[in-house]
């Protein structure tokens, strides 16, 4: 029962669907230690996704989806997570490659991927109070969920509560990349806003692969 | 939220209408994507520069395009770097043969943005420099944070680099000229009061009436400390300590003295701070030979002010005094 | 209260002296009594221009002391007419044998003590004439009144009267152009948020959170009515239809387009504005052929802008056009 | 029991102090109807009086102190204020000339050239919302005192009540002149500041006699 392009537009749509209804949520939480703007940057994009998303022609395959996603995040948030997670589509799509139907070792490579995408643009370490606080914690659960035997959907599943339980542990640290780290000290007691949009967004990749 | 605005969504759009409106005989708006060109450009043979960034610090950038200083800027949402897309078309539209540089301030999403526009635009055969501003003082520890911010010495920077274009010096020289000036440039703010961003419709942060903001960043990010307030002239002290102490700067220096506001100062104010620093400065025999007050690095509508200080010398001074005519700047001609 | 400021008694002090550091290249300032005079004055054989008022309003008036534009500029205390002592003295300290115009805005104070300081000059055998700004069409039923006021219109009559100051015209001649400016031009403008007094430390007026008060004068005054928060364009909309019906300007007219800050406004909103206004001038016909957005008559730091439309013709579009070097105007030179 | 220069100058010292009390008051009223500088303007004014009293020569006249007070307030208040205040004070010392001592016909009189200055600079009537409604009554009442047959004292007792009666009955009016009248009808409910100072200045002058 593996994946394929239903599942892709699913997770965009219930992605966009959780990234409006937090849009406030992320705003509030990028005011606190940023400039505000997270909840609006995302929410911006994935509309402009949902509305590209119609000119998929009949028979596109999940990379070209991703692509998709990837290049019009990237043409459409900006700030700092435009690029980071348009990067993250954009390496998943080279992942899956031309894949009709992604198994659980594929849904882990397109993670992996993802993931490196945004370690290649941001430099980001785990610690270091960013969205990578949530996609590192997914991957290692993600892999560790394939050698258990999981299906897609258990993968998935495993990596969208390890994202949450990531994004929750960046409350106690203080940043070292991003906006919020010129508050020192000060970030201490606040969720980092990308982590919080990227585990909503893995959520969304699970509840479209159990749906 | 009380704002002269319409929907939120269509601030920049409109604002950027307002400026063809009001500066059509100084420069071209192009919408969808959104940016700013020189009228008349590309200069041929002329290195062209271009800058941007979030919205929201108007006059920067739109107000300093023109002759001698940038060819373009690229507005993004308010406080949001704009995406590649218009920084590229912006690229492609000034290009008169004799590269592009881009000036950008410090800032994760600026600097990511700008780099894949730049690679992209290099794909085309245009080449491309980029200069990052990050003259904030008011980061400490900047190994272990995305470094210093870009502020107010970004206006310094493009004026001058500005400059040494329109003289029509190759790439290298604009490039490390604008280098040089950021180079020299220290700048620190003050917040008294936070700034509303309209798509979020509450404030940034949240200050007690009687509490200020050290070091505050354009964006609102805070500073270094939170205190209680204090007359002016021990916050301009408080700035100036940690600017003077960074370059250093050393008795016997010339330098350009910068008072900005961040957007809901009283220029009366700005006048009280430029006075504060003048004398301190003054008594650590560093020369103000060139000035600058008025609000053009703003934050919205924050109340607050930053002190900019650039050591000049003599091919800095003489750029800096070349003709400028834009929106907001304008000298010589 | 949050202020950059020390004393709340200083604050024109201070800032005289912020100036004077900033832009010694351009004025000579004066104390005790305070006043700034133009570099290099008197200059012989020209008429020169003095104007004045409370402080509060920078960069009115000066920011607008130097080449074409005023001679000297005297500021009282905020948001009070100076007493007659410094008008006088900066009207002996320029007047350059040609006589002198004293630009006024017509509040009860300034106008009482620019009437007392005229007579003392010219018991000291200079000539001087005066010309009353009052551009503010929010005053309706001005029989009954203290009158229009003067509000950001003044500063297209410094500039224009300073032009032909500058051309050696005679003083009828400059106190004509004045006259005339001040004849075509009309004003009103909208508060969105109260400023506050240094010395009263307390907002002038209470706005609820969703209200503007639309009419404002300059000093905090209420205007013709405090409405519910509306769309910019709107906003716009209610302040041009006064301005437009007053004159009245007509289909072919050409103007020039003023919108001004009120201090604390974000520059984009000021652009936001202009868009709405060029837009409807368009409409009615009315050709916008020349044009000034920023902070240029402000209220301390309160939200708000108001719009100024000029009737333009050849003389007072060349006068306009003419080169000006001031700290807060400058082209041409 | 007639008036010399130590009533004048009491009246001086007397005013100061009370416009110095009533500071905060006055900016008030200012700037409910105004511009919230009347009590600033006023104290300026009276302290710089105050500091410039003792250049008063040895056997000053009351004229002398009077029209020292005039052009200090000139030079130093600002404002609409100042000029009428100063015009006040400058029409009352040519109405008492060189006299050494003022009996009740010459209080009238200096009461009514003050008024009567007042009238000259700011053109204002009664029924303006201007310090003219705390004077004009305030002369009346003087008037009938005299006719009345009462000493200095009583006489301007009497100017006093009815300035403290004509400041108050400024509060229905809406304003035409000075800055209130900007307002319209929503100054109707505000007492007018220069009233209000004008009938302190009075009861000073009363007190100082009583005193
Ligand atoms: N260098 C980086 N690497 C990974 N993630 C980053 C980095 N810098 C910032 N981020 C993420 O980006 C988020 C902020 O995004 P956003 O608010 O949209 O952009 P901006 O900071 O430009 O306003 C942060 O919460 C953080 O998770
Ligand atoms: N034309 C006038 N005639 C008489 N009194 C006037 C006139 N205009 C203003 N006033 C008085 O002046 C007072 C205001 O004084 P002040 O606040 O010191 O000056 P300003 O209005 O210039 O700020 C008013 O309350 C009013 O009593
Ligand atoms: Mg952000
Ligand atoms: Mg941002
Ligand atoms: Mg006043
Ligand atoms: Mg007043």
New binding site residues.
């Given amino acids: 029962m593996s994946l394929g392009i239903d599942w892709v537009t699913e997770w965009i749509r219930e992605s966009a669907r959780v990234i409006a209804d937090h849009r406030v949520e992320l705003i509030t939480?990028?005011r606190e230690?940023?400039?505000?703007?997270?909840g609006e940057?995302?929410d911006r994009g994935f509309s402009a996704v949902i509305q590209k998303l119609g000119d998929l022609p009949e028979g596109a395959l999940p990379g070209d989806a991703l692509k998709l996603v990837a290049t019009t995040l990237i043409s459409t948030?900006?700030?700092?997570?435009?690029p980071?997670v348009g990067t993250a589509y954009l390496k998943a799509a080279g992942a899956v490659g031309k894949a009709e139907q992604l198994d659980g070792a594929a849904v882990v490579a397109l993670l992996t991927a993802a993931r490196d995408g945004?370690?290649l643009?941001?430099?980001?370490e785990v610690g270091?109070?960013?969205?990578?606080?949530a996609w590192t914690p997914a991957v290692d659960a993600a892999a560790a969920a394939l050698a258990d035997g999981a299906d897609e959907a258990g993968i998935l599943a495993a990596a969208a509560d390890a994202a949450e339980q990531g994004a929750k542990a960046t409350e106690p640290l203080v940043a070292r990349?991003?906006?919020?780290s010129y508050l020192g000290e000060r970030a201490i007691g606040h969720r980092?806003?990308?982590?919080?949009?990227?585990a909503l967004i893995l959520r969304a990749a699970s509840d479209a692969a159990a749906g | 939220m009380k704002k002269l605005i319409n929907d939120p969504k269509n601030v920049v759009d409109e604002a950027a209408r307002g400026i063809e409106a009001a500066h059509g005989d100084l420069v071209d708006v192009f919408y969808d994507p959104i940016y700013i060109v020189r009228k008349g450009a590309p200069v041929q043979g002329k290195v062209a520069l271009v800058s941007g960034g979030?919205s929201g610090h108007e006059p920067l950038h739109g107000g300093f395009v023109g002759f001698g200083m940038l060819d373009a800027a690229v507005p993004g949402p308010v406080?949001?770097?704009p995406t590649p897309d218009p920084i590229v078309a912006a690229t492609k539209a000034v290009d008169g043969g004799a590269g592009v540089l881009h000036i950008v301030k410090n800032?994760?999403?600026?600097v990511l943005n700008f780099e894949t526009a730049a690679d992209l635009a290099s794909a085309d055969d245009i080449e491309v420099r980029s200069v990052i501003i990050n003259d904030d003082v008011a980061v400490k520890d900047s190994l272990y944070t995305?470094g210093r911010r870009g502020v107010a010495g970004t206006v310094l920077v493009e004026k001058i680099a500005g400059a040494s274009a329109e003289r029509l010096d190759d790439l290298e020289t604009v490039t490390r000229i604008a280098q040089k000036v950021n180079d020299q440039t220290r700048s620190m703010g003050v917040a008294l009061t936070p700034c509303v961003v309209p798509h979020a419709g509450e404030p940034s942060f949240t200050l007690a009436d009687d509490e200020i903001e050290i070091g505050i960043g354009i964006?609102g990010e805070p500073g270094r400390e939170r205190i209680k307030l204090e007359p002016a002239d021990a916050i301009v002290d408080r700035l100036l300590g940690p600017i003077l102490e960074d370059l250093p700067f050393a008795s016997g220096d010339k330098v350009l003295l910068f008072v900005n506001g961040m957007g809901g100062t009283p220029q009366i104010e700005l006048y009280i701070v430029f006075r504060r620093a003048a004398e301190v400065l003054k008594e650590k025999g560093v020369e103000v030979t060139r000035s600058l007050v008025g609000n053009f690095v703003t934050s919205l509508e924050m109340q607050g002010a930053s002190i900019t200080v650039l050591k000049l010398d003599d091919e800095l001074t003489e750029l800096w005094d070349a003709p400028v005519q834009t929106a907001a700047l304008r000298w010589g001609r």
């Avoid at chain 1, 270091?128 to 606080?133: G, P, R, V």
């Avoid at chain 1, 980092?192 to 990227?198: E, H, K, M």
């Fill in positions: 939480l990028d230690i940023g400039d505000g703007d997270h940057n995302l948030v900006g700030g700092a997570s435009g980071l945004v370690v643009r941001g430099k980001a270091d109070k960013t969205m990578i606080d990349k991003g906006r919020a980092d806003p990308g982590s919080q949009s990227s | 979030g406080f949001t770097s800032y994760t999403g600026d995305a964006h």
